[in-house]
């Protein structure tokens, strides 16, 4: 397993732990969201899955269909799945790009989800700005358009799904 589990012990550990994975996260704001450290907390906690490598190479966070979260894209997805994993957000840093890092991140993910007995998962992509290096990745890990939205006159989003098991 490459990804570590991020949790509230990890988090009340190692205080440059939070505050590197917010970074990491907050330098790619545009292709996932800012978060502040209270909102990052929330969604650790409230996460099905919250993975992440050393030296905050990358981050994974993800959520069931029980969750507490609100983000319009969850609540996309959980009007009309029954179950299923939620991709948030996935960030790689800029200098580990290129080492497979989302790939195995997503991998373990597979793994996770289909132990707890899910078999869908599912994850949005901005098409306005647009995001190509994502859309490539996503369409190569087995994801297809479930549908789309237009969530401000500056951002738009594809749902995609993928079949687990």
Known sequence: MIGLRLDRAALDNDHGLREGLLAL???????????EPARFDHMVMSAFAALYVPETQALL????????????????????FERFVYVDRIV??????????????YEQL???????????????????????GSDAFHAAM???????AAL????????LTRPLG
């Open 152 to 159: 401000t006159p500056e951002k738009t989003v594809r749902y």
């Open 25 to 35: 996260n907050n330098r790619s704001a545009l292709e996932t969201s800012w978060l």
């Open 110 to 132: 597979f793994d996770l989800a289909l132990e707890a007995g899910h078999d869908l998962l599912a994850c949005e992509v901005n098409s306005q700005p647009p995001n190509p």
């Open 61 to 80: 966070l993800t959520f069931d269909q029980r969750a507490d979260y609100d983000s319009p894209n969850f609540l996309w997805f959980r009007d009309r």
């Open 92 to 105: 790689v840093d800029a200098a580990a790009r290129g080492l497979g890092l989302a790939r195995k991140l």
């Open 142 to 148: 087995g994801f297809v358009e479930a549908g789309s």
